[in-house]
Nanobody, 124 residues
Framework: QVQLVESGGGLVPAGGSLRLSCAAS????????MGWFRQAPGKEREFVAA????????YYTDSVKGRFTISRDNAKNTVYLQMNSLKPEDTAVYYC?????????????????WGQGTQVTVSS
């Protein structure tokens, strides 16, 4: 069993920055790909970013490229999402998730463990 706990959300003005963290329990963290998703009110959960087991490969949805950076520290069992130049349309609940494989990381069905989410609100 893996538990994922997100933190770091909050209210920021447009143009501001936040860093989300996701702490994982269990022994499988370093062998798992990790992803960040978000869900705005009334919308489906969408892919934001993902990172491979060793951190050598990263993936982003087009709307966050150049503004968000995903990283991981396997010694700390933690994955991060640095978010810069935030926009009101980034407002959502952000979830981290764990996947056993590298393929299909943009799809929610690829992930077998999810955190409870952390709210990010960007004011205009």
């Amino acid at each position: 069993q893996v538990q994922l706990v997100e933190s770091g959300g909050g209210l920021v003005p447009a143009g501001g920055s936040l860093r989300l963290s996701c702490a994982a329990s269990g022994r499988t963290f370093s062998s798992s790909s990790m992803g960040w998703f978000r869900q705005a009110p009334g919308k489906e959960r969408e892919f934001v970013a993902a990172i491979s087991r060793g951190g050598g490969s990263t993936y982003y949805t087009d709307s966050v490229k150049g503004r968000f950076t995903i990283s991981r520290d396997n010694a700390k069992n933690t994955v991060y999402l640095q978010m810069n130049s935030l926009k009101p349309e980034d407002t959502a609940v952000y979830y981290c998730a764990s996947a056993p494989n590298l393929g299909g990381l943009t799809r929610t069905g690829t992930y077998n463990y999810w955190g409870q989410g952390t709210q990010v609100t960007v004011s205009s």
